[in-house]
């Protein structure tokens, strides 16, 4: 069973920056596309970025250019550094790990840490 725990979320002004963490229990960690995904009061999950093994990365169009995914192998852990942010931003985030062959299906989720953009 693989264990995701997320942190780093908060309450933060329009135009801020916040930077989510998510470590993973996961030996084999590099070996896997790992993502992240928001839910919003009374909307559907959708994702929001992933970033494959080999660094490559996706992102949905509405946070292009202000929100980056990265991760650091040696520590199990991704990123997701998040600036410009909007109040639509606010959600619950969460991690995931990526089914193996698909990029886009996750198979393992975090619990979920609030993100929320207000003044």
């Known amino acids: 069973q693989v264990q995701l725990v997320e942190s780093g979320g908060g309450l933060v002004q329009p135009g801020g920056s916040l930077r989510l963490s998510c470590t993973a229990s996961e030996s084999l960690f590099n070996a896997y596309t790992m993502g992240w995904y928001r839910q919003a009061p009374g909307k559907e999950r959708e994702l929001v970025a992933i970033i494959r093994n080999s660094g490559r990365t996706n992102y949905i169009d509405f946070v292009k250019g202000r929100f980056t995914i990265s991760r650091d192998n040696d520590k199990n852990t991704v990123y997701l550094q998040m600036n410009s942010l909007k109040p639509e931003d606010t959600a619950v985030y969460y991690c995931?790990?990526?089914?193996?062959?698909?990029?886009?299906?996750?198979?393992?989720w975090g619990q979920g840490t609030q993100v929320t953009v207000s003044s």
């Open positions: 995931t790990r990526a089914r193996p062959g698909s990029d886009f299906v996750p198979d393992y």
